[in-house]
């Protein structure tokens, strides 16, 4: 699974400028940055049909943000779009025919090609079913929101906009076209859409939206787990995710698609003391981003997010009012690669994630002591390669007010961060292995291959985890005292 933000949504950041109403000039651009568009306009017109850029092609063009992919909608049938396409297009494929859709390249642009139409779940059923439609008004109104309703049509270059998205765009606000009720039945991912939109571009969600998400947020349930997951990576791999969770908890959707994170909001005690883990939780995340150097990172931020959620479930109150919660990064390794499985997430994926949550509160276990070379040792051992997102996600899980004990903490992780480039430079600890390899244990003791020549295998690790490296003969002579303890 790639960490970085999908081309698709590169465009999608929060906007560099914001249209005012009736300033439609930026349209134009269009022509002058996609001269592709204007082509296929014409190549349309000449086959008998209309083309109009549409959604969020023509939404970003409107904040001066320029993807290389583009949206098209027609009144061309599948059929006919691929005759139009081919020849013309670098590439083309059919994979989304069923749903009317076309897509192609034309040097570094993706373009998808969609024949106008409307679409609505079934009550029993988790695919759509589509009709197709006659008009652009037609289609436009089936829309998620109306800042992504708005088209250009080609090659006249002619706005389009029947559910006033330019005045919502400049206001920065997300209103669906008809009655949010309407469109959330017609799709219910909208509702998750809505939230990453807001986390995205920074928008406002409309009141009406956010009542009707809330009253019909058990209806995300007819959408498969692999769309659901689709739209939560975007919504986490945002500049700001932390507002369309908070969306997503507030409304009552993450009860849906991740129950652990509205679980995190933990009901106080008045005699008891501890952080408020869900904003403690947001808190990380957002640390952790600020942590990032090579882009988004998708692992990273779903560990961070994640990384509580055995804490609900390993709470106990203990006598002068603390409160503990023994255990919870294990626990909440398993309910994370539970969640995740349910989601359709990658094996690979999976296993990253729910280590990082295991390994969170490893550091701490050492205390504020000297880290021994054997400690070091086991973990960069454990961590492998994720040791460097495991110290952006310890460094991220401090939230503390007392700037004291931050101070210390950071300190402290300096430290081991710097015994282990020393240990490295000294022993490569990316690659540990032990002093012998199997076939020189099975010399050693006279054994043929089996059982045994892997529990020696792991005593001579141990060892060399431990004791660091050694000679070949002083490998050979613990081998020999541990293989004649064997047979006592």
């Known amino acids: 699974m790639p960490n970085d933000i999908p081309s698709s949504a590169a465009a999608e950041q929060a906007p560099d400028r914001v249209p005012r109403v009736g300033d439609t000039a930026a349209v134009r651009e269009i022509l002058r940055a996609y001269p592709v568009a204007e082509e296929l306009g014409h190549r349309f017109q000449q086959g008998g049909f209309k083309l109009a850029l549409v959604g969020g092609s023509v939404r970003d063009v409107l904040l001066g943000r320029l993807g290389s992919d583009l949206d098209f909608t027609t009144d061309a049938r599948p059929e006919q779009i691929l005759k139009l ?45 589509v009709s197709y439609g006659d008009s652009i008004e037609e289609d436009l109104v089936r829309r998620d929101f109306t800042v992504n309703a708005m088209a250009v049509a080609l090659p006249a270059v002619e706005f389009i906009d029947p559910h006033h998205g330019l005045q919502d765009l400049a206001a920065r606000v997300l209103r669906t076209p008809g009655t949010p009720e309407q469109s959330f039945d017609d799709d219910p991912l909208r509702m998750m859409r809505a939230a990453r939109f807001s986390a995205q571009l920074g928008f406002e969600v409309a009141p009406e939206v956010v009542t009707a998400m809330a009253e019909m947020a058990g209806r995300i349930e007819i959408v498969s787990a692999e769309r659901v997951q689709a739209e939560l990576n975007k919504l986490i791999l945002s500049p700001h995710p932390r507002r369309g969770l908070t969306l997503l908890v507030d409304t009552g959707l993450a009860e849906h698609v991740l129950p652990e994170l509205p679980a995190l909001r933990l009901e106080r005690d008045e005699h008891h003391r501890h952080k408020d883990v869900y904003e403690h939780t947001l808190t990380v995340l957002e640390q952790a981003i600020d942590l990032e150097t090579e882009g988004p990172d998708l692992t990273l931020r779903l560990a961070a997010l994640l990384h509580d959620i055995g804490k609900p479930r390993t709470r106990r109150f203990e006598p002068g009012g603390g409160v503990s ?64 997102r495991l110290h952006k996600l310890t460094r991220s899980d401090c939230t503390t007010r007392n700037r004291k004990k931050a101070a210390a903490l950071s300190r402290s992780y300096d430290g081991l961060e710097q015994r282990i480039a020393q240990l490295q430079e000294q022993e490569e600890l990316d690659a540990i292995r032990p002093d012998l390899n199997g076939d020189q244990i099975m010399a050693v003791l006279g054994i043929k291959p089996g059982r045994e020549v892997g529990e020696a295998y792991r005593y001579l690790l141990e060892q060399r985890l431990e004791l660091g490296p050694q000679s070949q003969e002083e490998a050979e002579r613990m081998l020999k005292e541990w293989w004649a303890e064997r047979q006592k």
């Open 85 to 129: 396409v081919k020849g013309w297009a670098d590439a083309v494929w059919d994979v989304g025919i069923a749903f009317g859709t076309i897509g192609a390249r034309k040097g570094e642009l993706q373009i998808e090609i969609t024949t106008y139409r409307s679409e609505a779940y079934d009550r029993t059923s988790r695919k759509p079913e």
């Open 325 to 388: 919660f023994h255990h919870h990064e294990i626990v909440g390794a398993k309910l994370t690669r539970k969640r995740m499985r349910a989601l359709k997430y990658s094996n690979e994926l999976t296993d990253d994630v729910s280590k990082l949550v295991e390994l969170h509160l490893r550091f701490h276990g050492y205390g504020t002591g000297e880290w021994t070379d054997s400690a070091v040792r086991r973990y960069v051992r454990d961590a492998g390669p994720l040791l460097d």
